[in-house]
């Protein structure tokens, strides 16, 4: 199994910054693609921004400019760095890891437990 920690969320102000991260621990023989989503009240489930095992980046329109990803293999971690934020950004945050479990094991999703961003004045 592979357990997903997720840290880094928060208040704050519009323009403010966040730094979100989330470290994949367990059984882990390969990780193909790391990413964050989020759900707003009221709202489906969106991603956020992906990164693949080649470092390939892909974000949402609504953050492109102001959110950038990033991966540190030898940590298992991804990280999310947000600046400029705005008030529709306030969502629950979600990290989400494709991984594999071993060599003879197909890759899966896994999730974390949701962080909260709220950005208000």
């Known amino acids: 199994q592979v357990q997903l920690a997720e840290s880094g969320g928060g208040l704050v102000q519009p323009g403010g910054s966040l730094r979100l991260s989330c470290a994949a621990s367990?059984?882990?023989?390969?990780?193909?693609?790391m990413g964050w989503y989020r759900q707003a009240p009221g709202k489906q489930r969106e991603l956020v921004a992906a990164i693949t095992s080649g470092d390939t980046t892909n974000y949402a329109d609504s953050v492109k400019g102001r959110f950038t990803i990033s991966r540190d293999n030898a940590k298992n971690t991804v990280y999310l760095q947000m600046n400029s934020l705005k008030t529709e950004d306030t969502a629950v945050y979600s990290c989400?890891?494709?991984?594999?479990?071993?060599?003879?094991?197909?890759?899966?999703?896994?999730w974390g437990q949701g962080t909260q961003v709220t950005v208000s004045s």
């Open positions: 989400n890891v494709i991984a594999r479990t071993g060599w003879n094991r197909g890759a899966r999703d896994y």
């Open positions: 367990g059984t882990i023989f390969s990780i193909n693609a």
